[in-house]
C-alpha cells in the first residue's frame, strides 16, 4: 500500500481548484485531503489536517499567501508550502521564499511543472519556474548582504509589519508601491505610515528618511536621493 503525501489546495477560484486536483489525481502518491477559498479557512484547515504540503495562492479575499504561508510554518513547521500563482514578478517570489515557502509554480506553467514541483518540494527541495529561478537567486542574495542589525530603541517600539513598511517608504516607494510590494490596500499602507510618524514623533516624509538613515536602515545615498 502507498503511503500518500496529503495535500490542501488554497486558491480563491474553484475552476482553478479542480484543475489542480485533476493534475494531482493522476499521481498515486498524493491524497488531497482538504480545500480552501481563503486564507483565514486555510490556515485553520492546515493545522486541524497537518498536511505534508499546501498549495497556496498569492492572492486571497482577505490576506495574501505569504502571509498566509508565514501562518502556516509558524505552527506547523514540517509542513510544506508551495505557491501556485499568476504572479511571476520577482518580488513576490522573493517575499514567498522568505515567508517559508519552498516551492514556487506560475499559473500558466501549473499543467506541466505543477508535479515536478510537489516532487521536489516533498523531498525538501527548493523549486520555481526556470524562468525567474536565477532572478529570484540574485535578490535573495542582495537582500543577504544588505541585511543589518539595528538597534534602537523607538524603532524597536514598532511592530515588524511598520518596521517594513518603513523601510519601504523611506527608500522612497509610494503607498501604492508599498501596497502592491506587501499584498495590501493603499489606504491600509498610509495607515501604517500614519501609525509609524506618530509612534516615532516624526513629522513629515524627510524626518522620516533620516530616521531611517540614523539607524541604517537605508544608507546617505538612500537618503540624499529622496531630499531632493
Known sequence: MIDKKTIVIVDDHPLFRE????????????EIVGEAGDG??????CKELKPDLALVD??????????????????????????VSMHSKVDYIVQAFQAGATGYVVKESASNRLLLGMDAVLRGEFFMDSSVSHKVV??????????VEISDAAYDTLTPR????????????????????????????ENHRTNIMNKLD??????????????GLIDVDTWKENEK
Open 19 to 30: 484543475g489542480l486536483k485533476s493534475i494531482i489525481g493522476k499521481e498515486e502518491a498524493y
Open 58 to 83: 498569492m492572492s486571497l479575499p482577505d490576506q495574501s499567501g505569504v502571509q498566509v504561508t508565514r501562518q502556516i510554518k509558524k505552527s506547523l513547521p514540517n509542513t510544506c508550502v508551495m505557491i
Open 202 to 215: 516624526l513629522h513629515s516624509t524627510v524626518d522620516l528618511i533620516r530616521f531611517a538613515t540614523k539607524i
Open 162 to 189: 511598520e518596521q517594513e513598511v518603513l523601510g519601504l517608504f523611506a527608500e522612497g516607494l509610494s503607498k501604492e508601491e508599498v501596497a502592491e510590494r506587501l499584498f495590501i490596500s493603499p489606504k491600509t499602507a
Open 138 to 147: 540574485k535578490r535573495l542574495v542582495g537582500n543577504q548582504e544588505k541585511k
Open 40 to 45: 483565514e479557512h486555510a490556515v485553520r484547515m
